[in-house]
């Protein structure tokens, strides 16, 4: 069964508000990567947090994994357009990398 | 650089039907691991190909079976194709050796197949 879950599963949001996904796993992960994919596309890496309570930015991106490792965050400041599609989470569990099911984020001009 | 690439872009096969799948990994990769992701769903690991060996196995039938060949390149088959298996087939290549941790995938356009 899914071991990975993410929420929420749809955001719809108007340009220029904030956005957060929640990942959450059954297991301590010994990292965590978060991947978007466009309509139509393919995912594409964005990036990965190994160390407990690790925060990283990618400027409006803001990544979280938290203190116990089972569970992480993607926070997205004053969205546009370009930020539309979805956002995976997946971490290595018995040697197998496990995608959540994604949030799918829809912005409003 | 060339990135990874899968061929074909579609197909459509009829139920019973075999199929084969194509992946060239990113220049310099080694390790190529399928994906199947469903409509609205992520990507399921199917299994992971390193040194010509299959390491990693998802929970997926023996009607799935893979390949990988001395430069790297990688198949998928899909052998008594179901309605189910109607499904976008991602390859992703990466450097990190099976069973390792895993850090980025370069993730191929995918495969549509659709099953009749």
């Known amino acids: 069964g899914q071991q990975v879950m993410q929420i929420p599963q749809y955001q719809h949001v108007q340009e220029g508000e904030d956005f957060t996904t929640y990942c959450n796993s059954s297991t301590t992960l010994s990292n965590i990567q978060w991947y978007k994919q466009r309509p139509g596309g393919h995912p594409v890496f964005l990036i990965q947090l190994v160390k407990s309570g690790e925060v990283k930015k990618q400027k409006r991106l803001t990544f979280q994994f938290g203190e116990a490792k089972k569970n992480s965050s993607l926070h997205i400041t004053a969205t546009q357009t370009t930020d539309v599609g979805t956002y995976f989470c997946a971490g290595p569990r018995t040697g197998k990398l496990i995608f959540g099911q994604g949030t799918t984020l829809q912005v409003k001009p | 650089d060339a990135g990874v690439t899968q061929s074909p872009t579609h197909l459509i096969k009829t139920r019973g039907q075999q199929v084969t799948l194509r992946c060239s990994p990113k220049s310099g990769h080694d390790t190529v691991s399928w994906y199947q992701q469903a409509l609205g769903q992520g990507p399921q690991f199917i299994f992971q190909?390193?040194?010509?060996?299959?390491?990693q196995r998802g929970n997926f039938p023996d009607r799935f079976s893979g390949h990988q060949f001395p430069n790297y390149s990688s198949e998928l088959n899909v052998n008594a194709l179901l309605l189910g298996d109607s499904a976008l087939y991602l390859c992703?290549?990466?450097?990190?050796?099976?069973?390792?941790?895993?850090?980025?995938?370069?993730f191929g356009p995918g495969t549509r197949l659709t099953v009749l």
């Open positions: 190909y390193y040194e010509e060996e299959e390491r």
């Open positions: 992703a290549s990466s450097l990190v050796p099976a069973g390792g941790t895993y850090n980025e995938q370069f």
